[in-house]
């Protein structure tokens, strides 16, 4: 299990109106997978990966956003027999 911090944000009125409507047709994501998923990918579109530090945290942002994109709902998995590779 990856250990999880708390943040807290302030974003403008509009792109929270834009989110709360995503969110609400978009069951299968909440609020900290969007935000996971969007952190991850700002790292990765302004990180530097020269040194071996860098290219260590790039990685490992890579594997956040690609786990967050392409996890599924526990509940889905388990009350639907649906398994991920379906």
């Known amino acids: 299990m ?35 998923a969007s952190l991850s990918l700002f790292l990765l579109q302004n990180a530097d990966s020269s040194t071996p530090e860098a290219s260590r945290s790039y990685r490992q942002a890579a594997r956040v956003y690609l786990e967050t994109l392409f996890q599924y709902p526990h509940q889905d998995l388990h009350s639907n027999n649906v398994t991920p590779s379906s």
């Open 2 to 36: 990856n250990p999880t911090v708390s943040i807290f944000a302030e974003i403008p009125e509009t792109l929270h109106d834009s989110l709360k409507t995503y969110l609400e047709t978009h069951p299968e994501w909440d609020l900290d997978r969007v935000f996971s």
